[in-house]
């Protein structure tokens, strides 16, 4: 039920996040576990159908730094296409390694460690003369279909920095290879799960946006979550704030800022004024737009975390209870 919990968020989210990338947006990535996504991906592509599917995983498979919304819908596309493939049913065979891949190693990569991911299907296959065709935009030899699940599938791969290939044989069946660049960071790994899977915390927030919505709206799960909060509407007035409360020691444990305040000053500059004061700042940049490179490389402005507007109050509860506690157990890195 968690599982099919988890994949309805993530699809929910698909429409804005797959409109966002259509218009240049990069994805917003972080370090994740392949083998839970894929898993939930999967049984719920293939709720109510005749297809079956089995996965095959080597030992301790590298973390990928992947946006967790575009991979699901990578995999979902590859997923329906192999079950419709098979209208008298069959089995999808999911294969998950790690691979290494030297210069010129015959493929358009990087050299590198790679998760390499293979979803095979036992249909009717490819045509070879289409082969070469399938990830164009529009191209299709269904009759119902716009032809951009591949093309889409093809882009995303693409700006994670990783590639995808596709093998088939008429009447034998069609394999897709997909590879996903390794993360050399840390996957945060809750222990402590309680009710509904929030994660409950406790601390003090600073929370600036200047949407009263979205205020009241974050006001309620950061306090339902355990957290005393206060807002700011600005970045000035949460610059203000905050040194204020460092002054009285009384500083907060985490700040979040709205990525844009139209008119006045928003998370990009708050936050290099919020470092002035201290550095050891933990800090979540905050935005609706994913298209913003501050969005995708959020590290590299100052930021701790990020999190995607609308709220949801698992990922907000998630982010934020590794963020303040930042315990070592909370935290495990596979040798890679």
Do not use: W
């Amino acid at each position: 039920m968690e599982g099919v919990k988890r994949a309805s968020s993530r699809a929910g989210q698909l429409t804005q996040q797959l409109l966002t990338f259509s218009k240049g947006g990069a994805p917003i990535k972080k370090p994740a576990s392949i083998l839970e996504l894929l898993e939930d991906t999967i049984g719920f592509a293939l709720r109510g159908s005749n297809v079956r599917y089995e996965t095959s995983a080597a030992a301790n498979i590298c973390p990928v730094e992947i946006d967790e919304g575009q991979i699901s819908q990578v995999i979902n596309n590859l997923v329906i296409n192999a079950n419709q493939a098979m209208p008298e049913g069959g089995t999808i065979r999911i294969g998950i390694d790690n691979v290494t891949f030297e210069a010129n190693g015959g493929l358009p990569l990087k050299k590198g460690k790679y998760v390499e991911i293979s979803i095979k299907d036992e249909g009717v296959g490819i045509p070879e003369e289409y082969l070469n065709k399938i990830f164009d935009p529009y191209f299709t030899t269904k009759q119902e279909g716009s032809g951009l699940g591949l093309a889409t599938s093809y882009a995303i791969i693409k700006k994670h920095g990783g590639y995808i290939k596709v093998e088939s044989e008429s009447g034998v069946g069609t394999t897709f290879y997909i590879y996903l660049p390794i993360s050399e960071k840390e996957i945060f790994t809750v222990k402590d799960i309680v009710e509904e899977g929030l994660y409950f915390g406790k601390g003090k927030i600073l929370f600036m946006d200047d949407e009263q919505d979205v205020i009241d709206t974050a006001k309620q799960m950061l306090t339902h979550l355990g957290y005393e909060v206060e807002i700011a509407m600005n970045g000035i007035e949460a610059v203000e704030q905050y040194k204020k409360a460092k002054d009285l020691r009384q500083s907060f444990d985490a700040v979040i800022l709205d990525l844009t305040i139209p008119g006045d000053m928003g998370g990009k500059e708050a936050i290099k004024r919020l470092r002035e004061i201290n550095p050891q700042v933990k800090a979540i940049v905050s935005s609706g737009y994913s298209n913003n490179p501050i969005m995708s490389d959020y590290e590299k402005y100052g930021f701790n975390g990020i999190i995607a507007k609308p709220y949801e109050i698992e990922e907000l509860s998630k982010t934020l209870h590794g963020l303040i506690m930042g315990m070592e157990e909370q935290h495990h890195k596979v040798n890679c």
